[in-house]
């Protein structure tokens, strides 16, 4: 089966940065060809939201307005991973964050019901 493995995350303090990766495997075994590959994340109690996704062939990048200019979605394709960068963290940035992929060749989707397969999760916690 095709699965997405995050590594990465942990506690850091406001203003910090953080790297956090997500690597495919069974693409090439599953016949499953990437359209997108997204971030999202979860606080107790809320809903997930997106944060980031990078359309696979081109690196079209799509981001939510709370990280714009602070987070940034590259991928390394030969690998099949795909990278968020996060700097100046905030409190409210804490969340458990997940990785997730899209079939779909288009613009990459907000949506988290768009997205087939789902990485295990990291916490990010960030101290005021």
């Known amino acids: 089966q095709v699965q997405l493995v995050q590594s990465g995350g942990g506690l850091v303090q406001a203003g910090d940065s953080l790297n956090i990766t997500c690597t495919a495997s069974g693409f090439i075994d599953n016949g499953y060809n990437p359209g997108n590959l997204g971030w999202f994340r979860q606080s107790p109690g809320k809903e997930r939201d997106f944060v980031a996704a990078i359309r696979w062939k081109d690196g079209l990048t799509r981001y939510a307005d709370s990280v714009k200019g602070r987070f940034t979605i590259s991928r390394d394709n030969a690998d099949n991973t795909v990278y968020l960068q996060m700097r100046s963290l905030k409190p409210e940035d804490t969340a458990i964050y997940y990785c997730?992929?899209?079939?779909?060749?288009?613009?990459?989707?907000?949506?988290?019901?768009?997205?087939?397969?789902w990485g295990q999760g990291t916490q990010v916690t960030v101290s005021s």
């Open positions: 997730a992929a899209e079939v779909t060749w288009a613009r990459p989707s907000q949506n988290e019901n768009e997205y087939d397969v």
